[in-house]
């Protein structure tokens, strides 16, 4: 599987996970909450439901007793498919949400990624987020040197083209460091109230309560203007 279709088969599940969908309702969600498939079409997305069909991970059901479903046999269209999350979907799509490797740092992932984090667990947020941070601070090394060593031989328009590249990897590593720091005083904070309840329930004798708010908090407060797009093309 390439790396681009497994991008579409982690965002496929994921939306499905929400609620089961008809194909052109799912494509219009890839569309518009998940920018980075703008290019995708029917040709590329088709493909990828019948293998997660095919693998188990979802089922085909028709769709609901609209007027348009009653009006098929009289229109000859096919009444709509909806395609449904099985349990088995549910589990692979929870087994590619914990995956921190490399291909959850880069551009075309991370923005999809992204995208789930408040169905992600804080310490796999972490380590996505750290991962990402140190994939672009190790791009900047080198197009800092790039620029560097030919910068005599480049005329200024692409001189600034070059700028733009490094203004643009430079303002997500320090949106990056942002979200990494909020992330990190959530967790202390949620730390020290969870010691101070289990001390207050040990004083009056009360079981200690489990904490449920490790994933409650949600994406942070964003300081000094807009958030950049992990998925522009500029950043790459």
Request: glycine fraction near 10%; hydrophobic fraction near 30%.
């Amino acid at each position: 599987m390439s790396r681009r279709s497994g991008v579409l088969e982690f965002a496929v599940l994921g939306l499905l996970r929400e609620s089961p969908m008809h194909g052109y309702e799912l494509r219009k969600r890839l569309n518009t909450s998940l920018g980075v498939f703008r290019a995708f079409s029917y040709g590329s997305l088709y493909p990828c439901l019948k293998t997660l069909v095919g693998n188990g991970w979802l089922i085909e059901e028709s769709g609901s007793a609209s007027q348009d479903a009653l009006a098929a046999p009289l229109s000859g269209r096919r009444a709509k498919i909806v395609y449904r999350l099985t349990a088995a979907g549910k589990e692979r799509f929870e087994e590619l949400l914990s995956h921190t490797g490399p291909d959850a740092w880069e551009d075309e992932h991370f923005g999809v990624r992204f995208a789930f984090f408040g169905q992600t667990s804080r310490d796999v947020r972490m380590r996505v987020l750290e991962g990402r941070r140190s994939r672009l601070e190790e791009r900047l090394d080198k197009m800092r040197a790039a620029m560097a060593r030919t910068r005599e031989r480049l005329d200024d328009y692409t001189l600034e083209l070059q700028r733009h590249g490094m203004e643009s990897v430079e303002r997500e590593v320090r949106w990056l460091n942002e979200l990494i720091e909020s992330e990190r005083a959530g967790r202390d904070r949620r730390d020290g109230t969870a010691g101070q309840d289990r001390t207050t329930e040990r004083d009056e004798g009360r079981p200690p309560q489990q904490d449920q708010s490790e994933d409650a908090d949600g994406p942070p407060r964003h300081r000094g203007g807009s958030r950049p797009d992990p998925s522009d093309d500029t950043a790459k």
